[in-house]
T-cell receptor, first 117, second 114 residues
Framework: AQKITQTQPGMFVQEKEAVTLDCTYD???????LFWYKQPSSGEMIFLIY??????QNATEGRYSLNFQKARKSANLVISASQLGDSAMYFC??????????????FGKGTHLIIQP | DGGITQSPKYLFRKEGQNVTLSCEQN?????MYWYRQDPGQGLRLIYY???????QKGDIAEGYSVSREKKESFPLTVTSAQKNPTAFYLC?????????????FGPGTRLTVT
């Protein structure tokens, strides 16, 4: 079984500051993938970034980077230079090799990020 | 534009009625998924399908049924056996069957049962 834990139910951050959203995971799979999604108030889920368990470098996508610490089983999302449009729910998710990697994602409960002007 | 459509955006039903939620994709993806989201919670997997005419139960399949007769379509029926059906339902698809493939989501259907 896989489990994702997001310990920050809500965060307030000043515009233009960097923000780190925490995510820890638990799995018995040797090979797995970690994902971050953004959910604005409209409800759609927007894919942000992916990190594979065997990737040696931390993933980056524009202002998003993933701070992957395998030994600690953590996959924190870092948003640089936050913008008002970053206000949303953020979900960490994972998928393991069990089932051939074809089954669904396991999600955390999310962090509600609010960017203040 | 390619994407996933879910209709309707809001759906209201009386308790005891079955209701079917639509999900259509034109991304040519083989894998499709249904998730349920409750307030303040993450997404939980209901059913998934890797190929036409085949599907598997997810973590919370009780009270739900699906079909996959066409590659593009994966409708979800919420039956009267589902004890707490009011929730936000999200459909997703994925290009491939590997741990690295992200899932693309539709806009969701908010179901209210009274």
């Amino acid at each position: 079984a896989q489990k994702i834990t997001q310990t920050q139910p809500g965060m307030f951050v000043q515009e233009k500051e960097a923000v780190t959203l925490d995510c820890t995971y638990d799995t018995s799979d040797q090979s797995y993938g970690l994902f971050w999604y953004k959910q604005p108030s409209s409800g759609e889920m927007i894919f942000l970034i992916y990190q594979g368990s065997y990737d040696e470098q931390n993933a980056t996508e524009g202002r998003y980077s993933l701070n992957f610490q395998k030994a600690r089983k953590s996959a924190n999302l870092v948003i640089s230079a936050s913008q008002l449009g970053d206000s949303a729910m953020y979900f960490c998710a994972m998928r393991g090799e069990t089932g051939g990697g074809a089954d669904g994602l396991t999600f955390g409960k999310g962090t509600h990020l609010i960017i203040q002007p | 534009d390619g994407g996933i459509t879910q209709s309707p955006k809001y759906l209201f039903r009386k308790e005891g009625q079955n209701v079917t939620l639509s999900c259509e994709q034109n991304l040519n993806h083989d894998a499709m998924y249904w998730y349920r989201q409750d307030p303040g919670q993450g997404l939980r997997l209901i059913y998934y399908s890797q190929i036409v005419n085949d599907f598997q139960k997810g973590d919370i399949a009780e009270g739900y049924s699906v079909s996959r007769e066409k590659k593009e379509s994966f409708p979800l029926t919420v039956t009267s056996a589902q004890k707490n059906p009011t929730a936000f339902y999200l459909c997703a698809s994925s290009m491939g069957q590997g741990i690295s493939y992200e899932q693309y989501f539709g806009p969701g259907t908010r179901l209210t049962v009274t």
